[in-house]
Nanobody, 123 residues
Framework: QVHLVESGGGLVQAGGSLRLSCSAS????????MAWYRQAPGKQRELVAH???????NYADSVKGRFTISRDNAENSVHLQMNSLKPEDTAVYYC?????????????????WGQGTQVTVSS
């Protein structure tokens, strides 16, 4: 089975930086798109940053110019460098990935989510 595990969350002051990491493990043939989402209390989960297998990225307007998403296909990992953090960035951040798995000669594609990591930005 595939598992995504996030790390790097924590408490920082406004203007500070954090680097989130997410590593996938399991019977992975390949990983397609990867993304970071976040969910603040009382709000819906929203897309923060997205990266294709070819490295094409897109960002939510609220984080554009401050956050950078990257991936390491050899390590089955994705990262989110967050700079100039603001209190409104406070949320639980979730890793997301489309993963191709196999069992024998049978292949399947599914979307997986990490358990989330808390990011809190104080004023």
């Amino acid at each position: 089975q595939v598992h995504l595990v996030e790390s790097g969350g924590g408490l920082v002051q406004a203007g500070g930086s954090l680097r989130l990491s997410c590593s996938a493990s399991g019977k992975i043939f390949s990983i397609n798109d990867m993304a970071w989402y976040r969910q603040a209390p009382g709000k819906q989960r929203e897309l923060v940053a997205h990266i294709t297998n070819d490295g094409i990225t897109n960002y939510a307007d609220s984080v554009k110019g401050r956050f950078t998403i990257s991936r390491d296909n050899a390590e089955n990992s994705v990262h989110l460098q967050m700079n100039s953090l603001k209190p409104e960035d406070t949320a639980v951040y979730y890793c997301n990935a489309g993963v191709i798995t196999w069992r024998g000669s049978v292949f399947d594609t599914d979307v997986y989510w990490g358990q989330g990591t808390q990011v809190t930005v104080s004023s």
